[in-house]
């Protein structure tokens, strides 16, 4: 698996979680890296991005909730949610060109 995430889970209306993803590919620094989610029923839609010289960009669902940034060292690309909503319930997934993590799961209930 080229895209590794983890970190979903189960949360209340409000709480926070960080999602990770690590990237065994070479060239991390230069590859533009993001986050998906797709609710059941709905269509994947991209959460956030950031590109490899730190730009990002947001859902407007999701802007001044989560952030996504990197650590170069680690290979890793993060995404921090907080003041989740029931509506953020989705399986997670991580991509960056052609290649997608695995998904992980996240769920807020009210």
């Known amino acids: 698996v080229q895209l590794q995430a983890s970190g979903g889970g189960s949360v209340q209306a409000g709480g926070s979680l960080r999602l990770s993803c690590v990237d065994s590919?070479?060239?991390?620094?230069?590859?533009?890296m993001a986050w998906w989610r797709q609710a059941p029923g709905k269509q994947r839609e991209l959460v956030a991005s950031i590109s490899s010289y730190g730009t990002t960009n947001y859902a407007d669902s999701v802007k001044g909730r989560f952030t996504i940034f990197r650590d170069v060292a680690k290979s890793t690309v993060y995404l921090q949610m907080n003041i989740l909503r029931p509506e953020d319930t989705a399986v997670y997934y991580c991509h960056s060109q052609q290649d997608w993590g695995q998904g992980t799961q996240v769920t807020v209930s009210s």
């Open positions: 590919r070479s060239y991390f620094r230069f590859r533009n």
